[in-house]
């Protein structure tokens, strides 16, 4: 059973490019939260998506946005990358967000 | 919105002693409250949760504590072990914002050997 893949898992950009993030839910899982975890961090939340809409936002700019397809699968999308954007990218698949989310491995973005 | 507090932020113990983590919360709604392990470069992986229902749950070495009152809980390791070593992170999942989960600052946590 394959958990929540997500793709880069590296990514090294420069500052005000834009980049795209991909993530796969878990098998069974409709629901799709966005997280960042600077270095020495907790994750925070970015946004969540249901039903291919957004459902939850977190503080992030409109920079930040993104995508729901009808297969579950999310994109998120960073405009503008500044150097602060630098961080590790977490999604979180869920069948039912009360009951917990299995996080990916994530997608490790540099900015420089 | 909810804001979680997690205390310490390092925590280094003997093989075989006990760990300790606490975290509070500030939304009385919040109702599920998950812990984290993560290995460097690695995911989070959940491994133990509690809901507002029930005060205590335990698995093998580790055990979570409520209390709703307080609104503060707690994981609790024992017998630590060397792979026991990772940052832990305590979460908050709060029904008026749409369950998102707020997550503490971490706490690495160091087993000696």
């Known amino acids: 059973d394959a958990g929540v893949t997500q793709s880069p898992t590296h990514l090294i950009k420069t500052r005000g490019q834009q980049v795209t993030l991909r993530c796969s839910p878990k098998?069974?899982?409709?629901?799709v939260s966005w997280y960042q975890q600077a270095l020495g961090q907790g994750p925070q939340f970015i946004f969540q998506?249901?039903?291919?809409?957004?459902?939850q936002r977190g503080n992030f700019p409109d920079r930040f946005s993104g995508h729901q397809f009808p297969n579950y699968s999310s994109e998120l999308n960073v405009n503008a990358l500044l150097l602060g954007d630098s961080a590790l990218y977490l999604c979180?698949?869920?069948?039912?967000?009360?009951?917990?989310?299995?996080f990916g491995s994530g997608t490790r973005l540099t900015v420089v | 919105g909810e804001n979680v507090e997690q205390h310490p932020s390092t925590l280094s113990v003997q093989e075989g002693d006990s760990a300790v983590i606490k975290c509070t919360y500030s939304?009385?709604?919040?109702?599920?409250f998950p812990w984290y392990k993560q290995e460097l470069g690695k995911r989070p992986q959940l491994i133990i949760d509690?809901?507002?229902?029930?005060g205590e749950k335990k698995d093998q070495r580790i055990a979570v504590t409520l209390n709703k009152t307080a609104k503060h809980f707690s994981l609790h390791i024992t017998e630590t072990q060397p792979e026991d070593s990772a940052v832990y992170f305590c979460?908050?999942?709060?029904?008026?914002?749409?369950?998102?989960?707020?997550f503490g600052t971490g706490t690495s946590l160091t087993v000696i050997p």
């Open positions: 979180a698949s869920s069948r039912d967000p009360a009951y917990g989310y299995t």
């Open positions: 979460a908050a999942l709060t029904p008026n914002t749409g369950n998102q989960f707020y």
């Open positions: 998506y249901y039903e291919e809409e957004e459902r």
């Open positions: 939304d009385s709604a919040s109702n599920y």
């Open positions: 509690i809901r507002s229902n029930v």
């Open positions: 098998s069974g899982h409709d629901t």
